[in-house]
């Protein structure tokens, strides 16, 4: 059996396609059929080159790393999913991005280098290897495909996110930044049991977008442009004393010490956009002694989140319009159209999440 795969070989280029041989699976291990991969804001950053763990040149990397399949191979003694659920050719599966220590296999081997031979380890192509050490979970039938292509990145990242603030009943969150992740923060801090969400954002689409993820109160914050409206506009919005989380997705330096300020006593402000190296924010660090306040980084989640996930997506699947975040689709041989398409600095707004469908 051959497949697709795209690679990256000089950043910043078009991308490739190639064809290989896909590897049978190792025991323990699958081989599934890309449905849907996603194009994550990370992807564009390796696409760039600009991710401090970028190689020094790429030469035939594939890439993508958000979707879901379906099984078109099993490995010898693959019978269940990381949670006990029986696993059969033709189930549609999400992997964890990472690989995991834990095997499911009796020989568990050690996982191949990212986008390397014998590649198949990456979305953008027509198959993913997934080798019995890399935790994979069966999805429920009732779930519609359009919801699944963000479950194993996007969405981890944001309920990671959120449980690192300690996020609970009757929390008051702010999230800067209404991309993907932004939004699916909104509605998984609902479930939660938040009090109020408060999304900020500079487009207005977006904000409404997030209205309908959950999102009590939008900040638009191209109508507030000064910081200490901003931060008024806020404390009106949380009975005077701010938000407990602070959520930063959007990946602007500048909302740190915005976000403390704003912050409760005793509040948690979370770094999860800026994951490259670079931007700098001036910072009084007495806001955080003072307000007892606490800053962290999320990047991530461990495996376990994902069933609970894809519950969470059958529970409220009347509620959110996850299907709707996927606002553009390509055919995997348009992976460059996708791209450029996705470059949120020169384009902006209009793409929420776009989609390969090999
Ligand atoms: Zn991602």
């Excluded at 790429?58 to 693959?78: D, K, N, Q």
């Excluded at 300690?166 to 209404?178: C, P, R, W, Y």
Aim: glycine letters at 12%; aromatic letters at 8%.
């Amino acid at each position: 059996m051959r497949g697709r795969v795209a690679e990256l070989r000089e950043y910043g280029r078009p991308v490739e396609i190639a064809e290989y041989e896909v590897p049978a699976p190792e025991p323990g291990g699958l081989v599934v059929k890309v449905e849907q991969a996603a194009i994550c804001g990370s992807d564009l950053h390796i696409w760039r080159g600009e991710t401090a763990a970028n190689p020094v040149s790429p030469s035939r990397m594939g890439f993508g790393h958000e979707g879901f399949g379906r099984i078109v191979a099993l490995g010898s003694g693959t019978h269940s999913d990381d949670a006990g659920v029986p696993l059969a050719e033709g189930d549609r599966v999400v992997h964890h991005v990472m690989a995991s220590h834990v095997g499911r296999g009796p020989d568990p081997n050690v996982e191949r280098e990212y986008g390397r031979h014998p590649y198949f380890h990456t979305t953008f192509a027509d198959f993913y290897y997934i080798g019995a050490t890399r935790p994979v979970y069966r999805v429920p039938d009732e779930l519609d495909d359009d919801v699944l292509p963000p479950v194993n990145c996007a969405m981890g990242a944001a309920l990671n996110s959120l449980m690192a603030g300690g996020t609970t009943f009757g929390s008051k969150v702010i999230i800067f930044g209404a991309g993907g992740l932004g939004l699916t923060a909104a509605a998984l801090a609902k479930d939660m049991g938040a009090e109020t969400v408060i999304v900020v954002d500079r487009i207005a689409a977006r904000l409404a977008l997030a209205r309908r993820f959950g999102a009590d109160v939008c900040l638009d914050s191209s109508v507030l442009t000064e910081a200490a409206d901003r931060i008024d506009f806020v404390k009106e919005h949380t009975g005077g004393r701010g938000p407990d989380v602070a959520i930063e997705v959007a990946g602007r330096a500048e909302l740190l010490p915005e976000g403390l300020e704003m912050l409760a006593r005793h509040g948690t402000f979370v770094e999860v956009g800026l994951f490259y190296p670079g931007p700098t924010a001036p910072l009084d660090p007495s806001v955080v002694l003072s307000g007892r306040k606490r800053i962290v980084g999320s990047a991530g989640y461990p495996p376990h989140l994902l069933p609970l996930l894809l519950q969470f997506l059958v529970r409220t699947a009347d509620r959110y319009p996850f299907a709707d975040m996927v606002s553009h689709r390509f055919a995997l041989a348009d992976i460059n159209d996708a791209l450029s398409a996705s470059d949120w600095d020169k384009q902006g707004a209009s793409v929420t999440r776009a989609v390969l469908n090999p």
